[in-house]
């Protein structure tokens, strides 16, 4: 405790004393940072409209009426089709938990033979988009050159060039596509989720579509010329060679400069 | 004795000889290995710049060596899947086979955009040295133009290089140069179908960005460069304040051996910093952009960081500002930004030497360098510039902010727009807060020494901390600096009441004046020092021994303090 005294006033304390605060901060945020809930799988019986029916009902209708009709909250779910069912509940959008700007992912609230159910109900409910086959939206299938001259005059504007997302007006934001599965990404183009334009088979053909899916798939290769710093193009290239360029070289420099100064 | 050693000197000595006897560059070698420059590390930084071109020139070389400066059309047949058919300009289509075909092309493409963003930090880093501790002052106030010329050289080798490969993101960049240009009244849509031989985006912009790209500017680059250096030699370099340091002596190391070591070694450095991040770090992925085509715009389209506060300037400026006069459109909204703020900022930048010379009257030569403390307006108006550009880079990123942070754009660009006035002001007001602490703490600690944390009690029960008091080396770097105070001019009226002449230009200047060095803390005085002395003799006493000797000489300090009152 004495020594610690004796150098309270070293010139060392102040960053000594920052590095300690840190660590206890993240060491606590680190053990009370609340989990991520995991969703307790309930037992399905047999995949038919009926069970989709009551799923609906018991997480659905408050928002969206009893029979999928529509309320002044949420729109109405009548010939939407299974496609837009498997990407909002598929990627934890619906059912919606908080209002915001825009319905945000999380983590999935239904286990994948649910989403079948509600799926197969909300179909039912009027003719709509169904859900692609793994044949239509498989990368190795497309055309990756065709994929990314359809994705910068379509896509890249709001999603960034490579997908990384973007945002849009008032805290609206086009979500980034790297994690996005295959058939996510064909279901959002055929069913134009939220702010998204719908791409019909008028203006984007299924062979087009699996061409995008194909360029979005090939990003995850990384870039041949090292770390992609995000692929968000020079503002993360400026930070960088200041972070690191100017950081590494002013270190170099006042080691050189420290003999006498 | 002297025609043995002669015979017996190597190859070396040989050659210098022989070079030295039709030159005469033995006297040059002499007084330049002999040269004295002072050592510090923030008088490297410009260095860095320097090295970094030397870089940009090396690798630059070897991308010229295969770059097709043409914005004919042709179809891609390379290596790139996500490419493959697509038609392109003959620029873009060299710079993929340059990137995936060429042995070390893509490294060496990489190498030359890192080392141009070093180069453009550096200068700016350097600028800062030289700014905030007042190297610019008499005699260097033209080398300061010339840096700064050199400064808006490297912004105008960055703009056309980046042009160059005629991507998407680059063509966009271009594009709203165009406008930039167009929004110049009367003259402006004249410029753009002449430099862009056309119709933007035409066929002779590429070639044109290459002239002035590899022939224009490294030219003018290299000749102001050396320029610079050629000042730095004639002036001396200036040197930090510091015991036996004075306006007319310069105190370091000899060029040779010392400076030329670690100079030379800085180099190998700054080189090998640069080829780690090419060979690490993705930088300019044109193949992600795609050939330009003047639809596409995608998210995230941002220039280099140092063009980057002219995007954000653009960002910022509401579009309600664009007027309409008997029928010509005035876009107010677009020359506000891209041209009167940079102007603006710029030329507060390029003149400030001399304003801050008229407004001193200081004739004199400076050598020793200002501690930026002691001089609070110039730090604190730097600082405040410096904000203005950071807000302005900030705006220019407002997309990337408002994702990355989940923030609505809209609020950012209004909160923006607020902070463009309110933070230079806030930053100005409190660095200047910051320089007259710190000064009063320099007089706290002259007058009455270090804290030591010893607390002794005399006989008759006072308490007293133990100073320490400042070495002579210590001392001198707080009060060897003079401060300026405010002009004193004659009254508006002589004694019998008659009206002065030129009394209103004086009380202009004075006004200025107080605004510059109104506000400032004095140095301590020999005065003083000597009073504080007297006053605080029972420190001074019982500073000396050890812990383990201190009672005896505690004691005696009571004693010497009891005679003294």
């Given amino acids: 405790m004495k020594a610690l005294a004796a150098r309270r006033r070293s010139r060392h304390a102040p960053v000594a004393l920052l590095l300690m605060a840190l660590l206890v901060i993240g060491g606590l945020y680190a053990i009370l940072a609340p989990s991520t809930a995991v969703a307790a799988p309930t037992a399905t019986s047999t995949n038919d409209v009926a069970t989709g029916k009551k799923l609906f009902e018991a997480n659905c209708a408050t928002c969206h009426g009893a029979s999928a009709q529509g309320t002044a909250s949420a729109p109405s779910l009548v010939g939407v089709g299974a496609a837009a069912v498997d990407f909002q509940v598929g990627t934890g959008r619906m059912p919606a938990q908080v209002s915001g700007p825009q319905v945000q992912a999380k983590a999935v609230q239904f286990d994948a033979a649910q989403i079948e159910q509600l799926a197969a109900y909300v179909a039912s409910l009027g003719a709509g988009p169904a859900i692609p086959s793994a044949d239509d939206v498989d990368p190795a299938k497309g055309n990756v050159a065709n994929g990314m001259a359809l994705f910068r005059t379509n896509c890249a504007m709001c999603h960034n060039a490579v997908g990384i997302g973007g945002p849009l007006s008032q805290g609206k934001y086009a979500p980034s596509l790297m994690k996005a599965s295959p058939t996510h990404i064909f279901e959002a183009m055929l069913t134009g989720p939220q702010s998204m334009p719908v791409f019909n088979s008028a203006n984007l053909s299924a062979q087009d579509k699996r061409d995008v899916i194909a360029y979005i798939d090939a990003q995850k290769q990384g870039s041949p010329g090292g770390s992609t710093l995000g692929s968000i193009g020079p503002v993360s290239e400026g930070l960088w060679a200041w972070v690191i360029g100017i950081g590494l070289l002013i270190g170099a420099a006042v080691w050189i400069g420290a003999k006498s100064s | ?565």
């Fill in chain 2, 1 to 565: 004795m002297s025609t043995t050693t002669r015979r017996e000197a190597g190859p070396a000595a040989a050659t210098a000889d022989y070079l030295d006897q039709r030159t005469g560059v033995g006297t040059a070698v002499k007084a330049f290995a002999r040269k004295i420059f002072p050592d510090h590390w923030s008088f490297l930084l410009g260095e860095i710049a320097l090295f970094s071109l030397v870089v940009l020139l090396i690798s630059g070389v070897f991308l010229t060596a295969f770059f097709v400066p043409s914005m004919n059309e042709t179809t891609y047949s390379g290596p790139w899947a996500a490419m493959q058919g697509v038609q392109m300009s003959e620029a873009f289509a060299s710079t993929l086979r340059l990137s995936f075909e060429v042995r070390g092309g893509l490294l060496m493409r990489q190498i030359h955009h890192w080392a141009a963003l070093l180069f453009m930090a550096s200068i700016v880093t350097h600028m800062m040295r030289v700014f905030f501790t007042g190297a610019f002052r008499k005699p260097r106030e033209i080398n300061w133009v010339v840096g700064f010329t050199l400064m808006l050289l490297g912004l105008a080798a960055g703009f056309t290089g980046y042009s160059l490969p005629d991507d998407v993101l680059s063509g966009n960049g271009l594009r709203i140069t165009d406008g930039v240009i167009r929004s110049v009244p009367i003259l402006g849509s004249y410029i753009s179908y002449f430099l862009f031989g056309g119709e933007f985006p035409g066929h002779d912009l590429i070639p044109r960005l290459f002239t002035i790209h590899i022939l224009v500017v490294p030219g003018l680059i290299l000749a102001l460069v050396g320029l610079h250096l050629f000042f730095v030699v004639l002036h001396k370099h200036t040197q930090y304040p510091g015991s036996g340091r004075t306006d007319s002596n310069v105190v370091g190391y000899p060029l040779f051996p010392v400076y030329t070591a670690k100079a030379g070694g800085f180099f190998f450095i700054v080189f090998s910093v640069i080829a780690l991040m090419a060979a690490t770090m993705t930088i300019n992925p044109v193949w992600n952009y795609g050939p330009y085509d003047p639809s596409p715009v995608s998210a995230g389209s941002q220039p280099d960081w140092y063009m980057l506060f002219l995007d954000g300037a653009l960002r910022l400026m509401p579009g309600q500002a664009e007027v309409v006069i008997g029928g010509f459109t005035l876009s107010l909204n677009i020359l506000i930004p891209a041209m009167v703020i940079p102007v603006v900022l710029f030329a507060a930048l390029a003149a400030y030497p001399f304003i801050e010379a008229a407004v001193s009257g200081d004739k004199r030569e400076h050598h020793v360098l200002d501690r930026p403390r002691n001089v609070p307006f110039r730090t604190a108006f730097g600082v405040s510039v410096l904000t203005a550009f950071v807000v302005l880079i900030l705006a220019g990123s407002n997309d990337l902010i408002a994702t990355h942070f989940h923030l609505s754009v809209n609020d950012i660009i209004q909160s923006l727009r607020v902070l463009l006035f309110v933070a230079p002001a806030f930053a100005f007001w409190i660095t200047k807060r910051i320089c007259l602490g710190l000064q009063r703490r320099d007089r706290e600690l002259v007058l009455h020494g270090h804290e030591t944390g010893r607390i002794v009690r005399f006989a008759h029960g006072e308490y007293v901390e133990i100073h320490r008091p400042l070495d002579d080396d210590e001392r001198w770097l707080r009060v060897q600096h003079e401060t300026r105070r405010p002009l004193e001019i004659e009254p508006a009226e002589d004694s019998r009441g008659v009206r002065r002449k030129g009394y209103r230009a004086d009380r202009f200047r004075q006004r200025l004046s107080r605004l510059f060095f109104e506000d400032r803390v004095e140095p301590v005085t020999p005065a003083e020092l000597a009073a504080a002395h007297v006053h605080g003799e029972h420190d001074t006493l019982s500073v000396g021994p050890a812990p383990a000797g201190a009672h005896s000489a505690i004691t005696q300090g009571v004693e010497a303090d009891e005679r003294n009152h």
